[in-house]
């Protein structure tokens, strides 16, 4: 799968162990940065993944900051993207069953990286139930249009 994945300064560290993982499992991944642990700003980030995801150059993103709460909601801003700020990894299926997110931010201070791979791995490999969940998907899209 094509995987857009980002950071800033304080997911940093485990955004580069989440690109060696992603690209070891066999996924076509587009780092968008930043490429050291220098402080920056998370939206500049979290919009990069969300254009990447929202224009179809990437089917899913994987944002990275201190707790994944501002890189979630700097995503949201996007038209078209559902993002999730998962720290389980039964949350990760559930934002995908009954959400259909296609952005995951996760944490990269209070959540270590072995938990963390596990909610990208089913992140990325749980699929959308629809049924009475793309009903209310689609009343998430309608609001894009307000
Ligand atoms: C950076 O200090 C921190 O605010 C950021 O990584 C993130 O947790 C914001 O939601």
Redo the contacts with the bound molecule.
Sequence with gaps: MRISIAS????YEQKQALVDHLTEQGHDVIDRGPDTDARVD?PDYAALVARDVAGGAAERGVLV???????A?AANKVRGIRAANVTSPVFAALAREHNDANVVAV???FVDLSTNREIVDTFLSTDFGGGRHADRVCKISALESE
Aim: aromatic letters at 6%; hydrophobic letters at 25%; proline letters at 0%.
């Design positions: 800033d300064h304080a997911g998370y900051c201190g707790t994944g709460i501002g890189m909601v944490s990269g201070r």
